[in-house]
């Protein structure tokens, strides 16, 4: 499978990156962490490690590290704005279970 991002989050990576001037594409990861097992690491890549694997989505890299992707296998990225808020939003097929506040996850 692979790791896609939307319209949205490929146009919100390639504006950030293009403003801050440096970086290679969007970094994905998890971590365990919270009352459900599991958070995601957002990062924009700076570089590509060698054991990372790299999905090309809307023209835009997207990092992984081998221990996370059997976590976001699957995930479709999107950059949702409510109001005045704005954050990436994850669609994982692997998540069974979320924490009631939303930060993390199990599988």
């Known amino acids: ?5 939307t319209t949205a989050a490929a146009e919100r990576v390639r504006s950030f990156l293009a403003t801050r001037g440096s970086g290679v ?3 994905l990861g998890v971590k365990k962490t919270g009352c459900s097992g599991f958070a995601y690491v957002v990062n924009y890549a700076e570089t590509v490690g060698v ?10 890299k997207v990092v992984v590290d081998p221990a996370s992707l059997p976590y976001i296998d699957g995930t479709e990225v999107d950059f949702v704005r409510h109001g005045l808020n704005e954050a990436f939003q994850f669609r994982n097929p692997n998540v069974k279970g979320e924490c ?3 930060e993390s996850f199990n599988v």
């Open 100 to 102: 009631g506040c939303g």
């Open 1 to 5: 499978m692979a790791i896609t991002l």
């Open 25 to 27: 594409g969007l970094k």
């Open 51 to 60: 054991d990372d694997l790299v999905f090309d989505s809307a023209g835009v």
